[in-house]
């Protein structure tokens, strides 16, 4: 079973940016499908995005899309998340997960990351939005 570790999270301005990090060991990164899931107190957790393992498809909800971008470097078996513009509705623990495929469902709307389909997570990371 991989493991996932998050970094990069921290205090950044409105309209700023933060650049996220998933080192994922055990395995490689051709196997896995990596997701990006927040919540923040007293909500549920929410889809963020995804990309994939082999065709490097990405999806992004509503939300984030325009704004964040994810990529993911084989070399050292990381996945990044982008941040920019980052706004009031942002701030999150920030945890990436694992799995086969991105379980992307455009219906209903509005299009989400199915996160029960991914078994395996990380402890998460805190991103804080502040003047």
């Known amino acids: 079973q991989v493991q996932l570790v998050e970094s990069g999270g921290g205090v950044v301005q409105p309209g700023g940016s933060l650049t996220l990090s998933c080192a994922v060991s055990g395995d490689t990164l051709d196997y896995y499908a990596i997701g990006w899931f927040r919540q923040s107190p007293g909500k549920e957790r929410e889809s963020v995005s995804c990309i994939s393992a082999i065709e490097d498809s990405t999806y992004y909800v509503p939300s984030v899309a325009g704004r964040f971008i994810i990529s993911k470097v084989k070399a050292k078996n990381t996945v990044y998340l982008q941040m920019n513009n980052l706004q009031s509705e942002d701030p999150a623990v920030y945890s990436c997960?694992?799995?086969?495929?991105?379980?992307?469902?455009?219906?209903?709307?509005?299009?989400?990351?199915?996160?029960?389909?991914?078994?395996?997570w990380g402890q998460g990371t805190q991103v804080t939005v502040s003047s």
């Open positions: 997960a694992a799995s086969q495929f991105c379980w992307w469902a455009s219906t209903p709307s509005p299009p989400t990351v199915l996160s029960e389909k991914f078994p395996s």
